[in-house]
């Protein structure tokens, strides 16, 4: 899972590098999806802070809780760099100014 975030944002600022290279410029621009992916990375972590507390009341729970944070973070890294690659193609196709939309990185 931290592999899949972490290249997420790898993959993302070598777009950003080649977007700037291209067209010379670049205006960075937050999107829901960007955020929503911020919200599920902060919320594993703190799942998974909060698991050894939680396990003292339900192992279950806890196993359960860090599980969901964990592939919820995972998915969404998933789909927010399809969407910074959709939004960089239309970017690069058209030629103008390149606008990426992101909100972490």
């Known amino acids: 899972v931290v592999v899949i ?3 997420k944002d790898v993959l993302w600022l070598a777009g ?3 977007i700037q290279f291209v067209t010379g410029r670049l205006t960075i621009r937050s999107s829901k999806l960007g955020r929503a992916s ?3 990375q ?3 972590v703190l799942g998974i802070l909060l698991s050894p507390d939680i396990s003292l009341l ?3 729970a806890a196993w ?5 944070l964990w592939w ?3 998915g969404l890294a998933i789909l927010t760099l399809a969407n910074y690659t959709r939004v ?3 970017h690069l196709a058209e030629g103008s100014t390149a606008t990426e939309e992101t909100s972490d990185s």
Do not use: E, F, N, P
Request: hydrophobic share 65%.
């Open 58 to 60: 339900s192992s279950a």
């Open 5 to 7: 975030i972490i290249g």
């Open 38 to 40: 911020t919200v599920a």
């Open 16 to 18: 950003v590098l080649i």
């Open 72 to 74: 919820s973070a995972a």
């Open 42 to 44: 902060l919320s594993m």
């Open 88 to 90: 960089a193609v239309k």
């Open 64 to 68: 359960w809780l860090t599980r969901v």
